[in-house]
């Protein structure tokens, strides 16, 4: 009795967050489902190989490990290729900012134009960024989760920000045009 | 060749303004951009822009699981409403309890604060009662010790009278009494 009700205290704490990570990872919402109850099935599976504080860290970095294999699997190329851009400086410079003060302060940045533009983020900079803006994990936590060094989620995180105001800002020139 | 403000701004400056804008910058950062964007347009446009981004982002709903998922979870693993016993309810509230780690540390405050609060209002101890045998017992040590002393005082006083005084200081006086009744009387 005590294991199904830390199976369910577990799955409603934590499946929102699973489910929204694999939306994220994945960019649809049948491998986003798939995933998230393969990772409920495998909680329910291994409820007493993990400690009740160590379940959610457990439970996301299983979601994480899912996402990768699927995207393999399937090959599917969600993610783009696309070098970061390392320097934000050539790209400020290239406009007219002077000329325009909250040039993007005036644009209208929706809900889904986000999501999209953190979708299309490369894969090794949106899992630390999902996790870390979005699910509100720490930078610890994120580390072990996703079985890196502390600094270059660190690192991943700020290329993230960056990679997404770009695409933002691309998005926003296009409507101006 | 005129170079654009927006050159001079280094990655390190850039990399500031975006946790200031983000809301994860230490103190010193965040009060450093905030002037600087006082003076730098750029410094100030940056920000704002990464700030209008950000809180999109923090506010992002997250979406609810589909409901089918639910079920599906309920036929593999066999919990179904109907399942959870008042045992299991029990224990699924001391589990969301004690699920957040702050409650923890608030009840171990709180126990804290208890103990030390006894400490310090406790009130002092009341004095030890003796039992009536001890108070016998005491009573009789006392007298042995004053009988001890009276017969100190006594053989004291017997010795002085009858060894010093009698043959010490006795004969002495005798003897010089008898010499000045010679030297007075001449016989």
Known sequence: MIITAKFDYLVKQHKKKIYNYALYMMKNQMDAEDVTQEVLIRTWQNINKFNFYAAKGWMMRTTHNLCIDYLRKHKKKNYSEVELVEDYRTEIADQDLESNPGKMADKIITDETIKSAIENLPEKIKSPFVLYELQEFKYKEISKILDIPLNTVRVNILRARKQLQKELKNYADERIK | ?187
């Open chain 2, 1 to 187: 060749m005129q170079m654009k403000e927006s050159n001079k701004l280094d990655n390190k400056l850039i990399n500031k303004i975006i946790k200031v804008a983000y809301g994860d910058a230490d103190i010193f950062s965040w009060v450093y951009i905030r002037l600087k964007s006082l003076t730098n347009k750029e410094v100030k446009l940056i920000l704002e822009e990464y700030r209008q981004t950000a809180n999109v982002v923090h506010k992002l709903k997250q979406e609810d699981i589909p409901e089918h998922i639910n079920e599906r979870i309920k036929s593999v693993t066999g919990i179904t409403d109907k399942s959870e016993s008042l045992f299991a309810s029990f224990s699924y509230r001391i589990f969301s309890f004690f699920g957040s780690k702050a409650i923890p540390a608030a009840v171990i405050g709180i126990l804290i604060i208890v103990i030390v609060s006894i400490f310090i209002f406790k009130e002092p101890s009341p004095p030890h009662k003796y039992s009536k045998a001890e108070i016998e017992l005491a009573q009789r040590q006392f007298q042995k010790s004053l009988a001890i002393v009276g017969s100190a005082f006594q053989k004291a006083e017997k010795r002085f009278s009858d060894e010093i005084l009698k043959n010490q200081i006795n004969k002495n006086l005798n003897r010089g009494y008898y010499l000045v009744n010679n030297i007075l009387i001449g016989g």
